[in-house]
């Protein structure tokens, strides 16, 4: 069975600065796919970036990026240029790809305050 | 886009009376799930569907079950609430062939309190 581990339960981030947020996993799988789910107030949750395991080169969406570490199982989320709209509890998320279903693996979700 | 609406927002209900929760999507997805968040915990998954009429369980089904009669609509019950059933239930639907662009599609979640 997979786990994800979110370590960090809350982080403030001031406008404009960055923040990172860890996430590790553990797996038998050797391809796999990771995901960073956000979760505004609305409650509605938004894709927020994707990664294959077998891509060496980490994703980028705008502001945000990560920084994947497959020998370590770390899959880690940087949010540039903070903006209030961040304001969100973000989810780490598993998903083997040998599942045709979509279930995925959920973290504990780190909650980020954008402060101005 | 996917439309995934949950009938309630909000409920409230006692102990020991059966709740549905009910959950509609507009894009003839084949999937769909019910999750359930806690804080310090995430989402953990309660049921599954992957077509009309099946079922699969997920991590946490004990005291919930599902009914899945037509393609769009998905439901969760609780035969008898208890107030460890207190949450927030999130439903969410995806397509065989498009899991990795366009995994789960999420409603906007019922907080369920159980007095």
């Known amino acids: 069975a997979q786990t994800v581990t979110q370590s960090q339960p809350e982080m403030s981030v001031q406008e404009a600065e960055t923040v990172t947020l860890s996430c590790t996993y553990d797996t038998s799988e050797n391809n796999y796919y990771l995901f960073w789910y956000k979760q505004p107030p609305s409650r509605q949750m938004i894709l927020v970036i994707r990664?294959?395991?077998?891509?060496?080169q980490n994703a980028t969406e705008n502001r945000f990026s990560v920084n994947f570490q497959k020998a370590a199982k770390s899959f880690s989320l940087k949010i540039s240029d903070s903006q209030l709209g961040d304001t969100a509890m973000y989810f780490c998320?598993?998903?083997?790809?040998?599942?045709?279903?979509?279930?995925?693996?959920f973290g504990a979700g780190t909650q980020v305050v954008v402060t101005p | 886009d996917v439309k995934v609406t949950q009938s309630s927002r909000y409920l409230v209900k006692r102990t020991g009376e059966k709740v549905f929760l009910e959950c509609v999507q507009d894009m003839d997805h084949e999937n769909m799930f019910w999750y359930r968040q806690d804080p310090g915990l995430g989402l953990r998954l309660i049921y599954f569907s992957y077509d009309v009429k099946m079922k699969e369980k997920g991590d946490i089904p004990e005291g919930y079950s599902v009914s899945r009669e037509k393609k769009e609509r998905f439901s969760l019950i609780l035969e008898s609430a208890s107030t460890n059933q207190t949450s927030m239930y999130l439903c969410a639907s995806s397509q065989p062939g498009q899991l990795w662009y366009s995994p789960l599609h999420f409603g906007n979640g019922t907080r369920l309190t159980v007095t």
């Open positions: 990664q294959e395991a077998y891509k060496q």
């Open positions: 998320a598993f998903m083997t790809t040998t599942d045709s279903w979509g279930k995925l693996q």
